[in-house]
């Protein structure tokens, strides 16, 4: 059976938010009983509530769901001129990528690229007019957004396992 790559990253992805969320609320219950906390666990000191809430889920959507699909992170194989899906929900999340440059150059504090970058140009048609670049680099993935006002987001560190 044939899983794509984006699903097995969500499903990545969603087990590491659940670990920390996990290790979170099973160390605040420690700390609260009086238990030593060893020095190379991450602590977080802020909001404790005695009966956590869910308190919005506005944009999200599950595949296969009414008229929602899964959406693509990134081509394989990208080639200049491609376009893909990378979210699918009619209506809340309509975003197309485009493939500008398969030998895109930047440098961001984490890593740089020199001629070996893909970089798409991100578009969806709930926002006309609204463009983003974002540069992906093999081996470590999405490494800058440039979003429409020249704001960059920058991917800062990282570890490879």
């Excluded at 008229?67 to 990378?86: F, K, S, T």
């Excluded at 699918?88 to 001629?115: M, R, W």
């Excluded at 609204?130 to 800058?144: C, D, F, M, P, S």
Aim: charged share 25%; net charge negative; glycine share 8%.
């Amino acid at each position: 059976m044939f899983i794509p790559f984006a699903l097995i990253f969500l499903i990545y992805l969603l087990e590491t938010i659940i670990s920390y969320a996990l290790r979170y609320l099973n160390l605040n219950h420690l700390k609260q009983h009086g238990a030593e906390i060893p020095q190379n666990f991450e602590t977080f000191d802020g909001d404790d509530p005695d009966e956590p809430e869910l308190v919005n889920i506005d944009g999200a959507w599950k595949a296969g769901r009414e008229r929602d699909n899964a959406g693509m992170l990134v081509l394989a194989n990208p080639q200049v001129g491609e376009g893909y899906r990378e979210e699918v929900s009619l209506g809340e999340a309509e975003d197309v990528a485009e493939v500008i440059s398969i030998t895109g150059t930047e440098s961001v504090p984490a890593t740089q690229c020199a001629n070996d970058c893909v970089v798409t140009r991100n578009f969806t048609a709930l926002e006309p007019g609204v463009n983003e670049l974002k540069h992906y680099k093999a081996g470590v993935g999405l490494i800058l957004e440039v979003e429409s006002d020249g704001t960059r987001i920058e991917l800062v560190e990282f570890t490879i396992p």
